[in-house]
């Protein structure tokens, strides 16, 4: 059974950074992708990063450009999102995801991913 679990969320200012961390378990598919999204309340999900642990390659949301870093450790099968620069309207709850593409991150309409976590709240204050 795949279990994701999210930490590393909290409150912040704005400008401020938080590190969101994803412990994977019960995963054997090491060819899928792991990545971010976020919901906001009453918003639609949104991407935000993925990365092949494999490979290394990754993709990013527009809006996490050059502000945020997603990475992961193969030893620990966990996966980083780096957020820094954050804004007020990126208070959301942060999911962690497990898919084998990484079309859901970039897609105008969500796409759910195969497989996520509970969340892990997230909140700037301006």
């Known amino acids: 059974q795949v279990q994701l679990v999210e930490s590393g969320g909290g409150s912040v200012q704005a400008g401020g950074s938080l590190r969101l961390s994803c412990a994977a378990s019960?995963?054997?598919?090491?060819?899928?992708?792991m990545g971010w999204f976020r919901q906001a309340p009453g918003k639609e999900r949104e991407g935000v990063a993925a990365i092949y642990p494999g490979g290394g390659s990754t993709v990013y949301a527009e809006s996490a450009k050059d502000r945020f870093i997603i990475s992961h450790d193969n030893a620990k099968n966990t996966v980083y999102l780096q957020m820094n620069s954050l804004k007020p309207e990126e208070t959301a709850m942060y999911y962690c995801a497990a898919d084998p593409t990484m079309d859901w991150v970039l897609s105008s309409a969500f796409l759910s991913p195969e497989h996520w976590g509970q969340g892990t709240q997230v909140t700037v204050s301006s």
């Open positions: 019960g995963y054997t598919y090491s060819t899928d992708c």
